[in-house]
């Protein structure tokens, strides 16, 4: 069992899939869940957008998750908690054409 940290919740089944590589994009991840291949709980699936939240356990042909809450000050894979972000560029702006 893996487990997988998330900083707020509730999160959509179908991104969990996607973001942690048991799909390939969202569209596919979304098939998976129509098809009747993913459990939440034990239990079948149908519904791409069901939210998931801190403790509930996902399943995936051989593969399950397990989901869990952390502090975004404690979760080190987001970039954006650990890199300040770039400085915007200044727009450069066109002058009028004089033909």
Known sequence: MRIVDITREPVELYKILKFESMANSGGQAKLFIDDGLVKVNGEVETRKRKKIVSGDIIELFDE???????AASESATEPSQTQAPAPRKKRQLLKPFKG
Do not use: C, G, S, T
């Not at 399950?64 to 952390?70: M, N, R, Y």
């Open 64 to 70: 399950v998750l397990q989901v869990q809450l952390v």
